[in-house]
């Protein structure tokens, strides 16, 4: 099997960390780069994270995530935040991460204007901002969990949370909110029996 079927194979949503065990720091860095590295639409990167340490924060939190444990015991938390502001058509920073391409002015107008083009419909919706931000995340989210598991580390994404108690909490800017939050760490318990719809279920060819 390949490396990355492996990995695929070793992921699962862990549901009991290790409190006693930590991620080595390079390891832990080398998945955030993952996250960094990461594609998004436009190539317009809103995904800002919070990687939470604290443990007063981490508990402080966990009744707003259905008391999940994995927010207090995994070795790592990664709060997917999302500054969606910034990513409005016509702001600096949009004519700035078209312009770091390097390309003439012309061009930067010209993607300027299919961008807000395609950000019309969805920019004039604070909610479906918040999803269009959020689905960037999720890649993030994906690669940095298979990524994870490369490394034997487990993982599980967390959907399972009051968003609007979470982003009090963290006490966010304006215009920033929260899309997912990850947990890093070691399975304490065997993982349980992979189950899935098979693949005639799910794909169709024509
Ligand atoms: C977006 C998303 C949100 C999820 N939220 C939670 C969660 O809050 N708590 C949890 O224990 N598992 C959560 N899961 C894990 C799923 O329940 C799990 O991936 C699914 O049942 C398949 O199991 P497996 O990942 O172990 O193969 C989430 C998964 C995804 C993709």
Redesign the pocket.
Known sequence: MSEFLEAMAF???C?KFDAEKQIPAEQFESILEVARLSPSSFGMEPWRLIVVRNAGLRKALKPS??N?T?ITDASELVIFTTDNNVVRSGTRYVKDMFSRRGLPSEAVETYMGVYKNYLAPIESDEVLLENWTAKQC?IAAANMMTYAATLKIDT??????DKENVEAILDLPEGHSVA??CAFGYRVNP??E???LTAEQIIEYR
């Open positions: 992921r699962h949503a549901k995530c259905w999940q994995q999720y599980c994404p967390i959907e399972g949370f997912l939050i993982q349980s992979r189950k899935r």
